[in-house]
């Protein structure tokens, strides 16, 4: 039997078979296309609470159906005073778009969903520093005054005089004594 023989015969090879095992390939792609499509569900914000903590620091408290992976990226601006974070694959359960909030530090958020990531923007009172961390199916937002930071790091001219006082001078170059 020779080679064009053997390549002929109905099934060993040739343009049907690969138009089967092409067949077969794209079956088996589909199947982990829609597995992978279905394992990244996006998550959800489910409830959204503000709380004033004991130091006098505004805590947002986001619950999410499932845990993130990441805590959301986010900035701030300082004109006008805002904070925006961005939770990656994740969708907003809220009932509104819009929240107003009373708190000193804090007038609304407002939730935008585009494409796969929902927005927050925090519109504040006055400029603010934030941190976020994730605790369990939630991810936490403290918001602290910057007049707070910023006032703790100043010092008076009397603090800056003792300590330009006591600051040791530069050594004089030339023979030691």
């Known amino acids: 039997m020779n080679a064009y023989r053997v390549a ?5 090879g040739g343009p049907a078979a690969a138009r089967g095992w092409i067949a077969r390939f794209a079956g ?3 199947v982990f296309v829609a597995g992978a499509a279905l394992a990244q569900a996006p998550n959800t914000i489910e409830n959204v609470s503000v709380t004033r903590g ?11 159906k499932s845990p993130p992976a990441n805590p959301p990226a986010g900035f701030a601006i300082a004109s006008p005073p805002r904070i925006a974070l961005d939770f990656f694959d994740t969708a907003s359960g809220l009932a509104s778009n819009q929240r107003a909030v009373e708190d000193p530090a ?27 961390k ?13 007049g707070k930071t910023a006032a ?9 005089r003792v300590a330009r006082r006591f600051t040791p001078g530069r050594p004089r170059a030339g023979p030691a004594c």
């Open 106 to 132: 804090l007038r609304s958020l407002q939730f935008v969903e585009a494409g796969k990531r929902t927005r927050v923007v925090f519109s504040l009172n006055k400029p603010q520093t934030f941190d976020t």
């Open 8 to 12: 002929r015969r109905p099934g060993w």
């Open 28 to 30: 088996i792609a589909a």
């Open 54 to 64: 004991a130091s006098g620091n505004t805590i947002v408290r986001f619950e999410l």
């Open 152 to 160: 703790s790091t100043t010092m008076t001219r009397r603090e800056m």
């Open 134 to 146: 994730i605790e369990g199916n939630a991810v936490v937002v403290t918001l602290t005054d910057t």
